[in-house]
């Protein structure tokens, strides 16, 4: 097995070499025999072979039916995926961009990543190999495909996108329904267990009440002494972290508004914090399992719309993102128009 970085620079050529390979001969009128050619985009060929690898890589397409209606609707995409490609490699060749070793440095570094998450190189190939049924090379061409893909588009289209405050209002208004306040509330608890075989943490607190008081345990007057380090300025978070028997120590527990409290806490928790402001800290609260509980009420939302303010940023880069997807579909069109594109695969439309 070569290298990756063989494979690399390797699939560089092959990328510029498929958009120059136009000697081949054309298939017969219906549909082509395996490896013959099912399109030209200016003379460069496109392989029955090239167009079945990409249809496997969609999700799902060998469980299709073989002349079906979804089936034909997959293999249309994927052909004018195809053809796409190859007007990019092309308008690339002729602007001069390639790939540097910047480039193929990120693309190893990512599939390193992606290979090291099942087990390596090896084990990655493999999967694509076997579950796809697609030549790890042409996985990774297509990798590399995407990576010049980009870089041809931020240099042959403007990135400069600017936004008026007007029409992020009049979208704001118009999407109304998108930007809902979720409410809730922000707790935080101490757990204090009247049997310490029930703890599911021992924190450096215990121990030490522990020593002090004769290894004699008693739920109560523990819980108690955390309440005072508290009311004598101590952060709720951080007796927590230190003295807290049970678990969720360390956070804060959200509950949504619509979720009633009595059915997500131990009684009589939920009636406790319905009563609780926001910042308020409760006194030691016995529950009917006999567990304590010292609650922090974080903070108390309730559900409504969301203002313009918090969500103008949010809408500003979507309407970015479409006015880019829109010049790069305007600039797509016309790399087709200008090219001279023939479709031989019978069933599929141009």
């Avoid at 008693?218 to 952060?235: F, Q």
Wanted: hydrophobic fraction near 40%; glycine fraction near 6%; proline fraction near 5%.
């Amino acid at each position: 097995m070569r290298p990756l970085t063989q494979t690399l620079i390797s699939l560089s050529l092959a990328l510029v070499c498929a958009g120059t390979a136009a000697g081949q001969e054309l298939p017969e009128k219906g549909d082509p025999k395996p490896g013959g050619v099912v399109a030209l985009v200016d003379g460069a060929p496109i392989t029955r072979y090239e167009l079945d690898l990409a249809c496997r890589l969609e999700p799902n397409f060998r469980d299709l039916t073989v002349g079906s209606t979804l089936w034909r609707k997959a293999m249309k995409q994927q052909l004018d995926f195809l053809i796409e490609q190859r007007l990019i490699v092309q308008k690339a060749r002729v602007d001069k961009i390639e790939l540097t070793a910047s480039d193929e440095r990120f693309l190893l570094s990512e599939l390193g990543r992606r290979a090291q998450a099942v087990g390596g190189l090896n084990a990655y190939r493999a999967q694509i190999e076997e579950q796809l049924g697609v030549p790890y090379d042409y996985f990774v061409a297509r990798q590399k495909a995407s990576l010049l893909r980009q870089k041809l588009v931020t240099k042959s289209i403007s990135q400069d996108i600017f936004i008026s405050p007007k029409e992020i209002r009049l979208f704001y208004e118009g999407h109304r329904s998108r930007y809902e306040r979720r409410g809730e509330i922000r707790v935080r608890q101490i757990v204090v267990y009247p049997d310490l075989s029930d703890v599911t943490r021992k924190p450096p607190a215990l121990e030490k009440w522990l020593e002090a008081h004769g290894k004699t345990w008693d739920a109560n007057a523990y819980a108690l002494a955390l309440r005072k380090r508290i009311a004598d300025g101590e952060r709720f978070v951080d007796v927590a972290k230190d003295a807290s028997l049970g678990p969720k120590s360390d956070e804060e527990i959200r509950i949504p508004s619509s979720q009633s409290l009595d059915e997500y806490w131990i009684r009589p928790l939920g009636e406790k914090i319905e009563g609780m402001q926001a910042g308020q800290i409760s006194q030691p609260i016995t529950t009917v399992r006999a567990s304590i509980y010292l609650l922090e009420l974080v903070d108390r939302r309730e559900p409504g719309p969301l203002p313009l303010s918090e969500v103008q940023g949010d809408i500003e880069r979507e309407l970015k993102i479409a006015v880019r997807q829109q010049r790069e579909k305007v600039w797509l069109s016309k790399l087709r128009e200008e090219a001279t594109i023939r479709v031989y695969l019978k069933g599929i439309a141009k």
